[in-house]
């Protein structure tokens, strides 16, 4: 029997995504969920300027988890770039790290949420409290991902009132993983970026 050809599924790195990968989103999904749950009934703003002040950067990129899976109802997303520039970047790298690890995180928690509605379903979802679009607009979202395809993810992660709602529009269609990565991490980029640079000037150090 002639050996077969090795394939791209054949990698290490696909073969451990392919055996463990649902382990490691279930894994993150707790943890961020238990956090959810604590920041949900005790939190606030404050609590969440107190976080990044005492923990840094590794709390803004739990936070940054919560609002990327938009689990985030105890502070608007628009502060927390601003508060970790102000509370601990005191240097250009310094501000590049908030921006790259503000990134990181949201990208993770979209994904997270992707993934999530590609395999649980659309009736499913709108069924969870935790999910708090109605099916109204996510019609109207899903109506945007029908007629524009996969560059409405940075386009809308770019925005303000539109941050995060094609995350799951993108699960329904079954946008392949890497390019709702890609393209979500492409929009939050430029999401943080005008934010921080917001901040800067109103701290005054532009």
Do not use: H
């Amino acid at each position: 029997m002639a050996e077969a050809t090795a394939t791209p599924e054949d990698s290490p790195v696909r073969a451990f995504l392919r055996d463990y990968g649902v382990l490691l989103v279930v894994g993150v999904a707790m943890a961020a969920a238990l956090l959810a749950v604590g920041l949900f009934v005790f939190g606030d703003t404050e609590l969440a300027r107190s976080l990044i002040d005492r923990y840094g950067l590794y709390a803004l990129f739990c936070i940054l988890i919560l609002e990327g899976a938009m689990l985030l109802y105890f502070a608007p997303s628009e502060a927390l770039v601003p508060a970790g520039i102000a509370l601990v970047a005191d240097t250009t790298a310094e501000v590049a790290a908030v921006i790259l690890v503000a990134v990181a995180g949201a990208t993770v928690g979209q994904f997270l949420l992707f993934t999530f509605a590609k395999r649980a379903g659309r009736e499913y979802l709108l069924d969870r409290p935790w999910f708090r679009v109605d099916e109204s607009r996510l019609e109207r979202f899903d109506g945007w991902f029908d007629r524009w395809g996969p560059v409405v993810v940075p386009v809308s992660n770019a925005l303000l009132f539109t941050r995060g709602m094609l995350t799951v529009p993108a699960g329904f269609a079954e946008m392949r993983d890497w390019q709702f990565v890609a393209l979500s991490a492409l929009g939050s980029l430029v999401f943080q970026t005008w934010l921080a640079l917001a901040a800067l000037g109103l701290l005054g150090r532009l």
